[in-house]
């Protein structure tokens, strides 16, 4: 099949089913970029002097982020662009383990795309890594405690190393994802502070504001984007955390993956539903549960919504 773009005669490397188009390699690489530019020029995600710490894992997602960003900016000298690792300790049967393995190519990515890579980890901050706490057999998933302590690693090293806003690979199957979640969970107050990253009416002073460029792709073209630009990637026996197949949002991904491909644009209509509902949901989600205000945990001293935040009771846990 030929590109679908007028005059273009190359193969096409893709098949969007939403907007009907075939693309080849180069105009891929054209649609994925525009899309970024207008979710980060309509969101103010990118403001005059900022600068941005780039949540790198090393897979396929956050290395396309970072291409993206520095290649799309690559005339701002006012930017700086810098990338942020967490090691949780995750183990598998790749070839060197999962987290190791992300790493490694992590390096090379920020090396290749010329920014300093700062990495930090669970061992380190916790005393323990996810291999432990899933060793430990707790009801929850380990993706319940690895993603509370590592948004804890991004949002106090982000705030140490001074950076005024972290960029996260968050696609359009992944935001379809959180929004049936909390559907699900009927957890509007989570709904009403989701929004998109990067807004500012939803910002809140205590955290250094997430911006998520990559919102609207679909993972698919993230993923064939990543290899069209030629970025290092990390075989596919070692891309895949082991613990993944045990969460919430794993069910919500196939079942998604389903309706896609009975009804295609399921993911798309999800998102832009869930904005137009978002308009109301601030002050609703605010009035309703004035217990659900920010207060500082009595232990860490971090923004919560209890006495005792999310990390200090895992951490508690653990013990
Ligand atoms: Fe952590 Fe779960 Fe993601 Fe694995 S799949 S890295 S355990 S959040």
Redesign the pocket.
């Known amino acids: 099949m030929k590109c679908s773009k007028r005059g273009c005669q190359k193969p096409a490397v893709v098949y969007q089913k939403y907007s009907g188009l075939h693309l080849c390699e180069e105009h891929l690489v054209e649609d994925v970029e525009r899309r970024a530019k207008k979710e980060m020029r309509k969101r103010l995600m990118v403001e005059r002097g900022d600068r941005i710490a780039v949540a790198l894992?090393g897979g396929k997602d956050s290395s396309a982020l970072l291409h993206l960003l520095k290649k799309i900016f690559k005339s701002r000298s006012d930017l700086k662009f810098f990338a942020v690792a967490v090691d949780?300790g995750?183990g598998g049967k790749g070839f060197e383990g999962?987290?190791a393995a992300t790493l490694r190519n992590a390096e090379a990515v920020a090396k290749r795309e010329g920014v300093p890579l700062y990495t930090f980890s669970f061992e380190q901050e916790f005393g323990f890594s996810?291999d432990e706490v899933?060793a430990r057999g707790f009801e929850q998933?380990?993706?319940t405690?690895?993603?509370v302590l590592?948004r804890r690693i991004l949002e106090t090293k982000a705030r140490e190393l001074e950076a005024t806003k972290v960029a996260t690979a968050h696609n359009l199957d992944d935001e379809a994802q959180t929004v049936l979640i909390n559907f699900v969970r009927g957890d509007w107050v989570r709904l009403a502070r989701l929004e998109g990253g990067g807004g500012g009416k939803r910002r809140r002073a205590e955290f250094v504001p997430r911006i998520k460029p990559l919102r609207s792709v679909p993972e698919k073209e993230v993923a064939l984007y990543a290899l069209a630009v030629g970025l290092p990637l990390v075989s596919l026996v070692s891309a895949h955390?082991?613990?993944?197949a045990?969460?919430f949002?794993?069910t919500a991904k196939k079942m998604l993956n389903e309706f896609e491909r009975r009804h295609p644009g399921t993911k798309f209509s999800l998102v832009r539903g869930y904005e137009r509902l978002s308009e109301f949901l601030p002050t609703a989600a605010a009035e309703q549960q004035p217990s659900k205000r920010l207060l500082r945990c009595v232990r860490c001293g971090e923004a919560s919504a209890s006495r005792i935040c999310k990390a200090c009771e895992i951490v508690e846990r653990m013990k």
């Open positions: 894992s949780e995750i999962f987290r996810v899933a998933a380990p993706c405690f690895c993603g590592r955390c082991p613990y993944a045990r969460s949002r794993h």
